[in-house]
């Protein structure tokens, strides 16, 4: 299946291919969510975006909702897809003190940003909200990464080579990573989608050094940096 098949605008396979795989993913139980749990977040970012006016209006099969998530979940979402600018660390520690942990936390954080990535571009290039899949059964994993630690970050994360061993080489490779990359470690997977979508949308990690390399046809790199840092200014991103 072509996701973005009623588009106007041509659409590179590989970015096409990568949303599909991470919509339908979405769909399946994760980490620390099951597949209702995780579908219930990407609901209500849907539902919190349009009912502020950030988005377009979803599936009414979306609107309605289906399970009810935990009022910390809840605020989270909503805090993270309405204004993420003004997610300090108090958000943190108010979304702990009532039963969110630090896992259920990181995996919130990927699938709200992985979500608005996709319907974002989804209103770039005018096409409705793709469909959520359906939820898969099965439960989720529980796998918390023995190496990971308090480092500087507000929750743990697996530290670079060599503190992080196998853990850390699994996930980073050889390289130094940044704590814009580290900081989903806690939920491994998470770290992996980012990357997934960055290597597509963005440049492939391995050449983020290179500054003449150029990922996309007919953009070079410094526009891209150029329309990256702009948006960055306009949306207040820390980094």
């Given amino acids: ?20 795989k991470q919509l339908d993913q979405l769909g399946r139980p994760g980490a620390w969510g099951t597949a209702d749990q995780r579908l ?29 998530l935990p009022d910390a979940a809840s605020k989270v979402v909503q805090k993270l897809t ?4 003004d997610f ?4 943190y520690t108010d979304a702990k003190k ?4 630090d896992e259920e936390y990181v995996e919130i954080v990927g699938i709200v940003s992985r979500l608005t990535c996709m319907d974002v571009f989804a ?19 529980r796998n918390r990464p023995a190496v990971a630690k308090k480092e500087m970050a507000w929750v743990p994360t697996i530290p670079n080579l060599p503190e992080g061993g196998d853990a850390a ?10 704590y814009i990359v580290r900081g989903l470690s806690l939920v491994p997977d998470e770290v992996r989608m980012h990357i997934e979508l960055e290597n597509v949308q963005y440049l492939p990690m391995k050449h983020i050094f290179i500054p003449d390399y150029q990922h996309h046809e007919g953009f070079t790199r410094a526009q891209c940096e150029i329309v990256a840092g702009r948006i960055s200014a306009l949306n ?3 980094f």
């Fill in 1 to 20: 299946m072509v996701l973005y098949a009623d588009s106007n605008y041509p659409v590179h396979k590989d970015l096409d291919s990568i949303h599909a």
């Fill in 40 to 68: 219930a977040i990407a609901q209500e970012v849907r539902q919190a975006a349009y009912k502020t006016g950030l988005q377009e209006r979803p599936k009414e099969a979306e609107l309605k909702g289906g399970i009810k």
């Fill in 82 to 85: 309405i204004s993420p600018k």
């Fill in 88 to 91: 300090l660390e108090d958000s």
């Fill in 98 to 101: 009532d039963g969110l942990n």
């Fill in 123 to 141: 209103r770039g290039i005018g096409v409705p909200l793709r469909p959520l899949p359906k939820a898969s059964e099965g439960q989720p994993s």
């Fill in 169 to 178: 080489k699994a996930l980073y490779g050889e390289g130094y990573k940044t």
């Fill in 236 to 238: 207040e991103c820390f």
